[in-house]
């Protein structure tokens, strides 16, 4: 049941296990391997996302265990991780379960111990069937969902994400992996483990990052955390690419 895997970059750089958030696919970071071309990218769809397998659990704990079967079959002992929104759960629940594969940790904006009644209502929402009658009014409702993101990645979006299925367009996912997601995201928050280098990316027009969960963060990792905000909304690394590929560039050296 392994995942499915978008390699990018320098097959004989540094590896990078890159972890999408909810509704995405591995192909979304395509921008950041643009811009550090010489790493060696690992992009996975996680499960019930993409060309991976749908069927359930879709927990954190069953999430992790993909991860390291990915590390596994890549042949990749220890990889720096960057995970987005609930991949950045996925990523810190990886750190904590198995530090021994992971040397760095990059959050973008990431999504733990959010607020119960926020995700009951963003589970609610979630559960209905979401179709589409043409591709343009799929590509439609995600730019207006995508504001601040250029054109050419919401059309890259529907390109790659977008399939005819069951009679009309809909998104390449499982809806139940997604209402299963927040409630994950409403888990009570957790933090990197000591010693492990870490960088935190909060979106400053997102609410996604707490001021309780940074200052958690900042007494567990003291001078291995570094906090680094970028004005944007919560698809920080779509909307803000190559400022957030400079700061990734800046600590995986």
Not at 32 to 40: I, M, V, Y
Not at 142 to 152: L, Q
Not at 209 to 217: G, Q
Request: hydrophobic fraction near 50%; aromatic fraction near 6%.
């Amino acid at each position: 049941m392994s995942l499915h895997v978008h390699h990018a970059g320098d097959p004989a750089g540094p590896p990078v296990l890159a972890v999408h958030g909810v509704t995405g696919h591995g192909l979304r970071w395509r921008p950041l391997f643009a811009e550090l071309p010489r790493l060696r990218w690992i992009a996975v769809d996680v499960r019930g996302h993409g060309r991976s397998p749908w069927t359930p659990p879709w927990n954190l704990e069953r999430h992790v265990a993909d991860l390291v079967e990915v590390l596994d079959a890549d042949g990749v002992g220890r990889a720096a991780v960057v995970g987005h929104s609930f991949g950045g759960a996925v990523a810190t629940h990886l750190a904590r379960t198995a530090p021994d594969r992971v040397d760095r940790l990059a959050l973008l904006d990431p999504a733990l111990g959010l607020d119960p009644q926020d995700m009951l209502d963003a589970a609610e929402y979630t559960r209905a069937d979401v179709t589409f009658p043409t591709r343009d009014a799929a590509r439609a409702a995600k730019a207006g969902s995508w504001a601040d993101v250029p054109g050419a990645l919401v059309d890259a979006e529907v390109d790659e994400h977008l399939e005819r299925r069951d009679g009309a367009w809909r998104w390449r996912l499982s809806q139940a992996s997604l209402v299963a997601a927040w409630a994950e995201m409403a888990r009570p928050a957790v933090v990197p483990p000591a010693g492990l280098p870490t960088l935190v990316v909060p979106a400053g027009r997102a609410d996604y990052v707490s001021d309780d969960w940074l200052a958690a963060c900042r007494a567990a990792l003291g001078a291995d955390l570094t906090v680094a905000p970028v004005d944007a909304g919560h698809m920080v690394y779509l909307e803000r690419p190559a400022e957030v590929a400079a700061l990734l560039r800046e600590f995986l050296g």
